[in-house]
């Protein structure tokens, strides 16, 4: 009896999504959308703490008033958050641009830039979350006060100001969820590489 060899096809390596097209292509999209969602909400959340400068006048005695002025730079809180809100900008565009290129190129090459995406991702967010919370605590202290350490609310009397402060604090929650979104979308289409391969 003559024996039958079968010649079976050797795996590729590479992630494939489950619909058969390139799973890796269809990372690097939904990794562009993020990054472009991500440049949109820092930027508008920056935009909106960078004008939130107030002036009134205050009255200092019976007939007097002097003009007091509001703006972020006057908390140290807020100027590191606005930094940590334009260092994210940055980071979309630089990795969005090299998404992009990876997306035209679509090459296998581009899991190991994802490598350093996620990385810089992970490290982003916490840099952008201890900013926000920061932010938020300065900001939380302007509205309410502290009465046990006689602080009292400034909101009171600039409450654009602090309005223009609230709006940016609760945008800046959008980059985090996308940082966030984009680190799981990493680990997920390595868990898939280390499965397939």
Same mark, same amino acid.
């Given at each position: 009896?003559?024996? =039958?060899?079968?010649?079976?096809?050797?795996?590729e390596h590479g992630y494939?999504?489950?619909?058969?097209?390139?799973g890796v292509k269809n990372?690097?999209?939904?990794? /562009?959308?993020? +990054?472009?969602? $991500? &440049?949109?909400?820092?930027?508008?959340?920056?935009? =909106?703490?960078?004008?939130?400068?107030?002036? *009134? $006048?205050?009255? @200092?005695?019976?007939?007097?008033?002097?003009?007091?002025?509001?703006?972020?730079?006057?908390?140290?809180?807020?100027? %590191? %958050?606005?930094?940590?809100?334009?260092?994210?900008? $940055?980071?979309?565009?630089?990795?969005?641009?090299?998404?992009?290129?990876?997306?035209?190129k679509r090459k296998q090459?581009?899991? *190991?830039?994802?490598?350093?995406?996620?990385?810089?991702?992970? /490290? $982003?967010?916490?840099?952008?979350?201890?900013?926000?919370?920061?932010?938020?605590?300065?900001? %939380?202290?302007? %509205?309410?006060?502290?009465?046990?350490? +006689?602080?009292?609310?400034?909101?009171? =009397? &600039?409450?654009?100001?602090?309005?223009?402060?609230?709006?940016? @604090?609760?945008? !800046?929650?959008?980059?985090?969820?996308?940082?966030?979104?984009?680190?799981?979308? !990493?680990?997920? @289409?390595? !868990? *898939?590489?280390?499965?397939?391969?």
């Amino acid at each position: 009896m003559a024996a =039958v060899s079968v010649d079976m096809p050797t795996p590729e390596h590479g992630y494939k999504g489950s619909t058969g097209g390139d799973g890796v292509k269809n990372h690097v999209v939904a990794d /562009l959308v993020l +990054r472009i969602v $991500l &440049f949109v909400t820092a930027l508008v959340a920056m935009i =909106v703490m960078v004008t939130s400068k107030q002036t *009134k $006048l205050v009255t @200092v005695a019976p007939g007097l008033a002097i003009p007091m002025v509001a703006n972020f730079d006057q908390s140290p809180a807020f100027v %590191y %958050y606005t930094a940590a809100l334009a260092v994210a900008c $940055l980071h979309s565009i630089i990795s969005g641009v090299l998404s992009i290129l990876a997306l035209v190129k679509r090459k296998q090459g581009s899991m *190991k830039l994802m490598s350093h995406f996620v990385i810089l991702d992970a /490290l $982003l967010l916490s840099i952008l979350a201890s900013a926000t919370g920061a932010a938020g605590a300065v900001g %939380y202290i302007g %509205y309410k006060g502290n009465s046990h350490t +006689r602080w009292s609310e400034v909101c009171t =009397v &600039f409450g654009s100001f602090c309005s223009h402060i609230a709006g940016s @604090v609760a945008l !800046s929650l959008l980059p985090s969820i996308a940082l966030l979104l984009l680190v799981w979308l !990493s680990f997920f @289409v390595f !868990s *898939k590489k280390v499965t397939m391969s």
